[in-house]
């Protein structure tokens, strides 16, 4: 009989790249749920470490600057063997075509892209047999608006990265991506309470669902990528119906 899904993460090491916040922290919930040892990273050490302490199970710190490549390195040796990489660490940078600053898309690119490329890289010599790999891109990758240009670019980058890495990576790691909608997290911490709560009602009004999604909604989605056995190179789009609404 074919085990339920998470049941098998039991003992499992996961790392979590993102795991101080939003999708990624629930994504850590989850599989500690699943009696999994789990890594959470970040840069910020100290909401690492009270989130930790916040969730029930293993879960141990690793903080890390995933833009500094010598960093990333030297922390992938320190992690030891990893089952599972789940890397949910994001940047977005908003604005017109021609107003954006052009440096503001190079640090998003850096956040979003180089960063997950190279942290991947470097965890991918510490991976046991059977691991998997899971990135996180958007659903602005196939259905761009105006405004997020540069954003959609780096989703379809990193769905693009996903799909290369399934072919190059077969037999070493089983290579995914995840595609949000928009959900509600800390991400949107910074707006105004009325502003934020009109945006979800906004957006989720125009979705098949009726409501914009929740971070434990996207954490079902990862750990399902990361324990299908028969599951790679795919995106799985988790977004209340964005791609085919009206």
């Known amino acids: 009989m074919t085990n339920l899904i998470g049941s098998e993460l039991k003992d499992k090491h996961v790392v979590i790249v993102g795991g101080g916040s939003g999708m990624g922290k629930a994504t850590a919930e ?3 749920y699943f009696s999994a040892r789990v890594t959470i990273a ?3 050490a100290d909401k690492l470490t009270k989130v930790a302490a916040a969730i029930e199970g293993d879960v141990s710190v690793a903080p890390v600057d995933t833009t500094n490549e010598a960093a990333v390195r030297t922390w992938a040796a320190a992690l030891g063997a990893v089952d599972h990489l789940v890397i949910s660490a994001s940047s977005a940078a908003h604005g017109a075509y021609s107003d954006l600053p052009t440096g503001d898309l190079r640090a998003m690119f850096e956040a979003k892209f180089i960063g997950p490329y190279v942290t991947a890289r470097e965890v991918l010599r510490h991976l046991n047999p059977s ?3 899971t990135f996180f891109s958007g659903v602005l990758s196939r259905r761009p ?7 959609s670019a780096v989703n379809a980058a990193v769905e693009a990265l996903t799909k290369g890495l ?3 990576l077969a037999g070493q790691a089983r290579v995914n991506c995840i595609s949000p909608g928009m959900v509600a997290t800390e991400a949107y911490a910074a ?4 502003a934020r709560t009109e945006m979800y009602a906004q957006v ?3 979705l098949p669902v009726g409501r ?3 971070a434990a909604e996207i954490a079902q989605a990862v750990i399902f990528a990361m324990t299908n056995p028969f599951l790679t190179g795919s995106v799985i789009d988790v977004d209340g119906g964005h791609l085919v609404r009206a």
């Open 30 to 32: 989850l599989a500690a």
């Open 42 to 44: 970040s840069r910020d």
């Open 131 to 133: 691991a998997s790999i």
């Open 145 to 151: 608006s105006a405004g997020a240009t540069g954003l």
């Open 166 to 168: 399934a072919q190059e």
């Open 191 to 194: 707006m105004p309470e009325a």
């Open 204 to 206: 989720g009004d125009a």
């Open 212 to 214: 914009v999604g929740e």
